[in-house]
């Protein structure tokens, strides 16, 4: 799977449209999702990781982590020994949008556009709260921000693997590489 949105649209096809429409949003949206028709959208994100939660930072990057639970559907087909996973959470608030939205500010439409495939004006209206942000800025942000990916999905923290969020950044950076070694 290369793109969040065809790891999405994996986890759709997994449960069905029927029964992702039952944990939210509406089932003709899903199917269409499901198909490619339209975009998957951080609204569907949320969805899939309050379904199935130990699959977040899959789904927002790729990667996975056993050891703290952090998995992807290949990786738990594959025959082997259980383990306790550790996962710090962070009580979160707030869906994957409103986690993404203060980066995509911070950053501005205009450099993230020139980052990634979506065009200045998307971004610009994303960040307006005119359209949905979809997996493809997502992406975008992830790929900018990778030690974001597993807080922007699913409000989880585990700093042993480097998956914080901002906060969680600025308040333990040490001095040094806070402001250059003055400190």
Not at 54 to 79: C, F, H, M, N, V
């Amino acid at each position: 799977m290369t793109t969040s949105a065809d790891r999405a649209r994996l986890l759709i096809k997994k449960i069905g449209p029927k029964k992702a429409s039952n944990y939210g949003g509406d089932y003709e949206r899903w199917r269409s999702v499901s198909k490619g028709a339209v975009r998957v959208s951080t609204e569907e994100i949320d969805v899939l990781v309050n379904i199935f939660p130990k699959y977040a930072l899959w789904l927002a990057s790729g990667r996975i982590a056993p050891e703290i639970g952090q998995t992807s559907p290949e990786y738990d087909e594959a025959p082997r020994e259980p383990s306790e996973p550790v996962v710090r959470q962070h009580e979160s608030t707030g869906s994957t949008r409103d986690r993404a939205l203060p980066l995509l500010r911070m950053m501005g439409p205009k450099k993230l556009s020139q980052l990634g495939e979506p065009n200045y004006e998307r971004w610009r209206n994303i960040s307006k709260g005119a359209i949905r942000m979809s997996t493809e800025e997502l992406g975008v942000l992830v790929k900018v921000f990778p030690q974001y990916a597993l807080w922007l999905v699913s409000g989880q923290i585990v700093p042993e693997i480097m998956q914080l969020r901002p906060e969680y950044n600025e308040a333990h950076l040490e001095p040094s590489e806070h402001d250059g070694g003055r400190g």
